[in-house]
Nanobody
Framework: QVQLVESGGGLVQPGGSLRLSCAAS????????MGWFRQAPGKEREFVAA????????YYADSVKGRFTISRDNAKSTSYLQMNSLKPEDTAVYYC??????????????????WGQGTQVAVSS
């Protein structure tokens, strides 16, 4: 089992920045990738970014490329999502997730095995 705890959400003005953290505990040696997804009210959960645990290869949704950066600290079993130039449309609950088995690119929510509780990000003036 893997437990995930997110932190770092909050309210920020348009153009501002936030950094989300996701700390994993438990059987973290079995992780193949960590991802971030978000869900806005009335919308489906969507992929934001992912990073493979061993090689550190990164993937981004087109809507956040150039603004968001995902990273990981293997020693701490923690993933980070640095979000810059935030827009009102980035408002959502952000979830981190762990994928255990490598199945294609890590952009598909259904391929993730463990999920955090979510952290709210609100971008508003």
């Amino acid at each position: 089992q893997v437990q995930l705890v997110e932190s770092g959400g909050g309210l920020v003005q348009p153009g501002g920045s936030l950094r989300l953290s996701c700390a994993a505990s438990g059987r973290t040696f079995s992780n193949s990738a960590m991802g971030w997804f978000r869900q806005a009210p009335g919308k489906e959960r969507e992929f934001v970014a992912a990073i493979t645990w061993s090689a550190g290869r990164t993937y981004y949704a087109d809507s956040v490329k150039g603004r968001f950066t995902i990273s990981r600290d293997n020693a701490k079993s923690t993933s980070y999502l640095q979000m810059n130039s935030l827009k009102p449309e980035d408002t959502a609950v952000y979830y981190c997730a762990v994928r255990v088995v490598s199945v294609g690119v890590p952009t598909i929510a259904a391929h993730y095995n463990y999920w955090g509780q979510g952290t709210q990000v609100a971008v508003s003036s």
